[in-house]
């Protein structure tokens, strides 16, 4: 499954939220130096869809804001942990 997201780095605090349009936005207080914010976004998706860091890959725009992530494992469980973030986050 690939996810979409647009990456706040230095923000101050740390929060991934939905846009009014319906996007998904990370914002990390980590430096885009190094893979630092691209590392801080996987551990807050991790956190937030409780899944493991490993499962993440940032597949395009590693040194930009807008990101593609492919997230390893079950569609339809994937599916079920993101609407039921959703749910609670929407």
Same mark, same amino acid.
């Given at each position: 499954?690939?996810?979409?997201?647009?990456?706040?780095?230095?923000?101050?605090?740390?929060?991934?939220?939905?846009?009014?349009?319906?996007?998904?936005?990370?914002?990390?207080?980590?430096?885009? +130096?190094?893979?630092?914010?691209?590392? !801080?976004?996987?551990?807050? #998706?991790?956190? /937030?869809?409780?899944?493991?860091?490993? @499962?993440? +890959?940032?597949?395009?725009?590693?040194? !930009?804001?807008?990101?593609? #992530?492919?997230? /390893?494992?079950?569609?339809?469980?994937? @599916?079920?942990?993101?609407?039921?973030?959703?749910?609670?986050?929407?």
């Amino acid at each position: 499954m690939t996810i979409q997201l647009r990456v706040q780095p230095r923000a101050r605090r740390i929060a991934l939220e939905r846009t009014p349009e319906g996007a998904l936005k990370a914002a990390v207080t980590a430096a885009p +130096e190094d893979g630092k914010a691209n590392d !801080a976004v996987v551990a807050l #998706l991790a956190k /937030a869809w409780r899944l493991p860091k490993s @499962t993440f +890959e940032i597949v395009r725009g590693g040194t !930009a804001r807008e990101k593609t #992530l492919m997230v /390893a494992g079950d569609p339809a469980a994937l @599916t079920d942990r993101i609407a039921e973030w959703m749910r609670k986050n929407g």
